[in-house]
């Protein structure tokens, strides 16, 4: 009954390869993100999605594309891996948009190794 | 640029204890707080939160204290139990850019302190 799952939980792969993270959340939540946490272990927002409409979209190289076919999935596919995007990927998921004090849900990440 | 700071990478705390975590932001547009724990290869999990227009929120044994003037909060845990071990790290939403609530989700985040509680 795992409430913000995400597969794979390890990925290593090398460089110039195309891969994806799948999430998929069964808090009924409208609201999903993905989150990556570098190397100086700070948690960073890449990507949020509102019922399946992006609504942050920050500063991340185009080579990483989030899809979201319903409310319940999101899905990050990252082209033409670099040695840099080795990081840990976290999805979440929360209720609401605006002003609502939703805590985030967060998933227990993908470790991504490049080489 | 980092909004959120925490200065302290780590915290040791003997079982019974007080543990204090301390965080430290820049940006006055925040206006809501959380703190959220994470274990080995787990995703962070919520803990407890504060609104800006308090200055103290207690749940069983963690109280989050904040001062807007230093902008600064802090967690207090007590009695601090070895089961406590852990990554904690605290959050901030809102700031610059929020207006109209729809990246009300972003959440800044400090890199975490460890706490080891001994037994």
């Known amino acids: 009954d795992t409430a913000v799952s995400q597969t794979p939980k390890y990925l290593v792969t090398q460089m110039g390869n195309d891969k994806s993270i799948k999430c998929e959340q069964n808090l009924g939540h409208d609201t999903m993100y993905w989150y990556k946490q570098d190397s100086k272990k700070f948690l960073k927002i890449m990507f949020s999605y509102n019922n399946k409409e992006l609504i942050i979209n920050e500063t991340v190289p185009n080579r990483f594309s989030p899809k979201s076919p319903d409310k319940a999935h999101l899905n990050l596919h990252i082209n033409s891996l670099e040695l840099g995007d080795s990081a840990v990927y976290f999805c979440?998921?929360?209720?609401?948009?605006?002003?609502?004090?939703?805590?985030?849900?967060f998933g227990n990440g993908t470790r991504l190794t490049v080489t | 640029d980092q909004q959120v700071k925490q200065n302290s990478p780590s915290l040791s705390v003997q079982e019974g204890r007080i543990s204090i975590l301390n965080c430290d932001y820049t940006?006055?547009?925040?206006?809501?707080f959380l703190w959220y724990k994470k274990y080995p290869a787990e995703g962070p999990t919520f803990l407890i939160s504060?609104?800006?227009?308090?200055d103290k929120n207690e749940d069983g044994r963690f109280t989050v204290f904040l001062n807007k003037s230093a902008k600064h909060l802090s967690l207090h845990i007590v009695p601090s139990q070895p089961g406590d071990s852990a990554v904690y790290f605290c959050?901030?939403?809102?700031?610059?850019?929020?207006?109209?609530?729809?990246?009300?989700?972003?959440?800044?985040f400090g890199q975490g302190t460890i706490l080891t509680v001994h037994p």
């Open positions: 940006n006055s547009m925040f206006d809501y």
């Open positions: 979440a998921s929360s209720q609401g948009t605006g002003r609502l004090n939703s805590p985030l849900h």
């Open positions: 504060i609104s800006s227009i308090k």
């Open positions: 959050a901030a939403r809102g700031g610059k850019g929020n207006a109209g609530g729809t990246s009300y989700g972003k959440l800044t």
